[in-house]
């Protein structure tokens, strides 16, 4: 079954067609490949997010989807920053420190797309007052936005 | 994005319940900042940056649109 329908589909096509410029990562971190999931772990999810991603990624050559085992790569898991899954590192031209923690479902599925099309061009849709703040941090900055996809 | 110096983790607070508790969510969209500040609610962007400077001891901008 499909998680997206074909007008969803098209229009995201389209979309991406449009506003990609570079390629884009999206690296997801599953809590272990081939199927193999510890207690406790809630594999259905993984799986959910796994899913939307492949479908995601085959409405543009310019998304691709790679994945990785938060133990089977744990040395992917550190360099990324990543200590729960599953988790999606989106890598445009760079890596501009952006992680999804859980299922981008329901209105998060926008913000997903949004993610993807910001870091495919390499620039947000802040303000110039705010890009002059950001640009005089005098310290490294951790934002969590806790969301929930209703 | 438009800093090297920030990094952002969106965070589907059913699925990590523990950090959802760690940090007494109880409202979406909240933005925590170096786990020490945080801002509830989708506020206007000048605020977050405000609550953001402030973290890192940075001058706060002065809000932009008077939405004190």
């Known amino acids: ?150 | 994005m438009e800093s090297p110096r920030v990094t952002a983790d969106i965070v589907e607070a059913t699925e990590f319940p523990e950090l959802a508790r760690r940090f007494t969510v109880y409202a979406v969209p909240k933005t925590v900042i170096n786990e020490t500040h945080e801002v509830t609610g989708a506020v206007p962007e000048p605020h977050l940056v405000a609550a953001l400077a402030q973290a890192v001891g940075a001058r706060a901008p002065a809000p932009e649109g008077g939405e004190e």
């Not at chain 1, 599953?30 to 510890?38: E, I, K, N, S």
């Not at chain 1, 031209?93 to 913000?111: H, M, N, S």
Request: charged share 25%; glycine share 8%; net charge negative.
């Open chain 1, 1 to 150: 079954m499909s998680f997206l329908n074909p007008q969803d589909a098209e229009t995201i096509r389209r979309r991406f067609a449009t506003e990609l410029e570079a390629p884009v990562r999206l690296l997801l971190f599953l809590p272990a490949t081939g199927g193999l999931a510890l207690p406790g772990e809630d594999w259905q999810v993984s799986e959910y997010t796994r899913q939307i991603l492949r479908e995601v990624a085959e409405l543009s050559e310019r998304v691709r989807v790679e994945e990785y085992g938060l133990l089977s790569h744990a040395g992917e898991a550190q360099r990324y920053r990543v200590r729960q899954v599953p988790a999606i590192v989106f890598l445009g031209r760079e890596d501009y420190g952006i992680r999804y923690l859980g299922l981008p479902a329901g209105y998060e599925f926008v913000t997903l797309l949004e993610i993807i099309i910001a870091v495919s061009r390499g620039r947000g849709e802040v303000s110039e007052a705010t890009r002059r703040v950001l640009a005089g941090l005098p310290g490294d900055v951790h934002l969590q936005v806790f969301v929930t996809p209703t």
